[in-house]
């Protein structure tokens, strides 16, 4: 497991805007939520989480900060009551989930979290699965990767694979979500 004892700094000095004049928050603080009915509790007591662990070193690698890890049974109260924690930190300004996106019965991880949502941000998924079909085809047609903003947190849904997780983290999440999390709370700026 990567361990991230970096202190997130105040959100008034992570609060600027980039080289296009867009806002961004830098450094993220980020909460992982790993969704599996074969991994225990907490991190401390689970077996390994390679997909949990990909996003957190590539995350913190790009100079953010984990602020906080869970792990979840494939249960939809479960998991949405996880995300909604998440969403309640002051010290979250990201939200990426792993697991639970595919098409069985079980796979209720789309559904829960997009419970949450205030708006989607379906150009995500759009572009996961884009990304995706050199290494998986057409069975990029059975994720349900998603993302949308939450109680004005970006939140990414993905896949539990760990090469899925890290394509859309380094592709895309490290890329946009700085962005979108200074658009998302722009409002909040006095």
């Given at each position: 497991m990567i361990a991230n004892r970096r202190e997130l700094p105040p959100l008034e000095d992570r609060r600027a805007s980039d080289a296009d004049g867009h806002d961004v928050l830098d450094p993220l603080g980020v909460a992982i939520v790993t969704v599996s009915s074969s991994r225990g509790r907490t991190v401390e007591m689970a077996p390994p989480d390679p997909s949990g662990d990909a996003i957190a070193r590539i995350?913190?690698?790009?100079?953010?900060?984990?602020?906080?890890?869970?792990?979840?049974?494939?249960?939809?109260?479960?998991?949405?009551?996880?995300?909604?924690?998440?969403?309640?930190?002051?010290?979250?300004d990201v939200v990426v989930t792993t697991g639970g996106t595919g098409v069985t019965a079980d796979d209720v991880t789309p559904d829960a979290v997009?419970?949450?949502?205030?708006?989607?941000?379906?150009?995500?998924?759009?572009?996961?699965?884009?990304?995706?079909?050199?290494?998986?085809?057409?069975?990029?047609?059975?994720?349900?990767?998603?993302?949308?903003?939450?109680r004005d947190v970006p939140v990414f849904v993905l896949p539990g694979s760990e090469n899925a997780v890290s394509?859309?983290?380094?592709?895309?999440?490290?890329?946009?979500?700085?962005?979108?999390?200074?658009?998302?709370?722009?409002?909040?700026?006095a």
């Amino acid at each position: 497991m990567i361990a991230n004892r970096r202190e997130l700094p105040p959100l008034e000095d992570r609060r600027a805007s980039d080289a296009d004049g867009h806002d961004v928050l830098d450094p993220l603080g980020v909460a992982i939520v790993t969704v599996s009915s074969s991994r225990g509790r907490t991190v401390e007591m689970a077996p390994p989480d390679p997909s949990g662990d990909a996003i957190a070193r590539i995350l913190v690698e790009a100079g953010h900060v984990v602020t906080a890890r869970t792990l979840v049974p494939d249960d939809y109260v479960g998991i949405k009551t996880a995300v909604s924690d998440c969403l309640d930190r002051p010290d979250v300004d990201v939200v990426v989930t792993t697991g639970g996106t595919g098409v069985t019965a079980d796979d209720v991880t789309p559904d829960a979290v997009g419970e949450l949502f205030d708006r989607e941000l379906p150009g995500f998924g759009e572009a996961f699965r884009w990304l995706s079909w050199e290494e998986v085809g057409s069975r990029i047609v059975s994720t349900r990767a998603t993302a949308g903003i939450a109680r004005d947190v970006p939140v990414f849904v993905l896949p539990g694979s760990e090469n899925a997780v890290s394509l859309a983290t380094t592709e895309l999440i490290t890329e946009e979500a700085p962005h979108l999390a200074g658009l998302a709370t722009r409002h909040e700026v006095a």
